[in-house]
């Protein structure tokens, strides 16, 4: 049920219906296009739910690039701008910097952040440029086939890996959270996922924190939210969780990894 219809309700009738769900008026009616099971959607809904619970709907920028969070600006009612594959995290340094009295956050997939778009985290994140960064790590190419990303476990098998991903051929997978948050202008850096309610718990609470800390001007926050995709994992989705808490946690364990003092 969405937050219109409540609204339309008498009080006596909202006073009788038990609610276990109301979608914020931060997302919008139109439909998602994600696979069935997709960690996206869950992720879209758990920002836009702390954006709504905050009351900041109307001082948010939201950056979205290419890959499977190309269409965002069409989900979070929220302002949005779209990026050049890559360049998220430069083109939210610039909203923030021309608008600093915004929350401003990047939504990026591994491939674009930790691929094509290297070079633009590590300098953002260095420069400690005061925006969020949102970065979803399912370890594939979801949106371009199901081909190797940056972030795919060793022997994980991939199209462009059928034998599983070698280290002597194709290097080992990339942890960018561990390595960003190295750098003494990034403020927060946690790693949190979405695959159980308590784990969407944690993960609105990151989200929480990221944009406090961006209120104080700690510096940059970078939340990594590890993923599944059934369908390049060619599984059905509670398949594809259990996998998720078996092979990827062992590499991208869940947790805080760097807080303000």
């Known amino acids: ?76 009612n929220v302002d949005m701008q779209e990026a050049a594959h890559g360049r998220a995290a430069a083109v939210a340094t610039a909203v923030k910097r021309i608008l600093p009295d915004r929350y401003v956050f990047s939504y990026q997939g591994d491939g674009d952040l930790a691929a094509i778009g290297t070079a633009e985290t590590i300098h953002v994140c260095n420069r400690g440029e005061n925006i969020m960064m949102v970065f979803i790590n399912n370890a594939i190419y979801g949106m371009t086939g199901g081909q190797m990303a940056p972030t795919s476990m060793l022997g994980m098998k991939t199209t462009t890996t059928p034998a599983g991903r070698e280290a002597e051929t194709s290097g080992f997978p990339i942890k960018i959270a561990d390595m960003v948050a190295m750098l003494p202008g990034v403020a927060y850096v946690t790693r949190q996922s979405v695959h159980t309610p308590n784990a969407v718990r944690q993960l609105k609470k990151a989200f929480t924190r990221g944009f406090q800390y961006q209120k104080e001007k700690r510096g940059t926050c970078f939340i990594e939210v590890v993923s599944n995709c059934p369908s390049g994992w060619k599984m059905t989705p509670l398949e594809a969780n259990r996998w998720l808490v078996d092979n990827m946690f062992p590499l991208y364990p869940p947790g805080d990894i760097k807080v303000p003092a």
Do not use: D, W
């Open 1 to 76: 049920m969405t937050e219109a219809i409540v609204n339309e309700l008498t009080a006596e009738e909202q006073t009788q219906l038990e609610c276990v769900y109301v979608k914020p008026g931060t997302l919008t009616e139109t439909r998602f296009h994600y696979c069935p099971g997709c960690g996206h959607s869950v992720a879209h809904r758990a920002l836009m739910e702390v954006v709504a619970e905050l009351g900041i709907q109307e001082s948010t920028v939201g950056v979205a690039p290419v890959g499977c969070s190309v269409f965002a600006y069409h989900y979070m």
